[in-house]
T-cell receptor, first 113, second 114 residues
Framework: AQTVTQSQPEMSVQEAETVTLSCTYD???????LFWYKQPPSRQMILVIR??????QNATENRFSVNFQKAAKSFSLKISDSQLGDTAMYFC??????????FGTGTRLTIIP | SQTIHQWPATLVQPVGSPLSLECTVE??????LYWYRQAAGRGLQLLFY??????ISSEVPQNLSASRPQDRQFILSSKKLLLSDSGFYLC?????????????FGPGTRLTVT
């Protein structure tokens, strides 16, 4: 079974700085998908970014980018020019073939004004 | 565009009472549907998922059940609530087809069992 590990329960950073959230996963599969979700205080889960494992190029969405290291099974999220609205729980998630997402336990990120 | 609705937004129920949470999706057909529970400050636990009408897969044995009476409707139920059923319940959908497989979540229902 696949597992997803987020080793940073909490992080904080000053507004406008860059922060990187870590995620590692364990799988024997070669074609899969990885996602980062954001859960703000409203608790609605919002998809931030996705990465297909067969693509070597790292995904980017505006201020959000990932560092996907397939061999190391690492999938970190970088938030540039952090904003107060980025304060949220961030969940890393893995998907392979069986219609189910496997989520990590989350990282609580606080942006300090 | 697709929209997912959940209701009610908040619910307080006594132990032993029944439960019915509803989730509907608009703007897509034959979606995969999911129910998750999230305890305070914790990650998401997948409870049920459905790839079609009447098809329900259960992930964990528990006091809850799910049904999919229509293509875009997913219902979470219980005959008798337990204190441990308290939590935040999220419904999600995905296309389940082609690339992506990302899931899109509803606004959630906060359930407190007293």
């Amino acid at each position: 079974a696949q597992t997803v590990t987020q080793s940073q329960p909490e992080m904080s950073v000053q507004e406008a700085e860059t922060v990187t959230l870590s995620c590692t996963y364990d799988t024997s599969e070669s074609n899969y998908y990885l996602f980062w979700y954001k859960q703000p205080p409203s608790r609605q889960m919002i998809l931030v970014i996705r990465q297909e494992a067969y693509k070597q190029q790292n995904a980017t969405e505006n201020r959000f980018s990932v560092n996907f290291q397939k061999a190391a099974k690492s999938f970190s999220l970088k938030i540039s020019d952090s904003q107060l609205g980025d304060t949220a729980m961030y969940f890393c998630a893995f998907f392979f073939g069986n219609e189910k997402l496997t989520f990590g336990t989350g990282t609580r990120l606080t942006i300090i004004p | 565009s697709q929209t997912i609705h959940q209701w009610p937004a908040t619910l307080v129920q006594p132990v032993g009472s029944p439960l019915s949470l509803e989730c509907t999706v608009e703007g897509t057909s034959n979606p995969n549907l999911y129910w998750y529970r999230q305890a305070a400050g914790r990650g998401l636990q997948l409870l049920f998922y459905s790839v079609g009408i009447g098809q329900i897969s259960s992930e964990v044995p528990q006091n809850l059940s799910a049904s999919r009476p229509q293509d875009r409707q997913f219902i979470l139920s219980s005959k008798k609530l337990l204190l441990s059923d308290s939590g935040f319940y999220l419904c999600a959908w995905s296309t389940g087809r082609g690339l992506g497989h990302e899931q899109y979540f509803g606004p959630g229902t906060r359930l407190t069992v007293t």
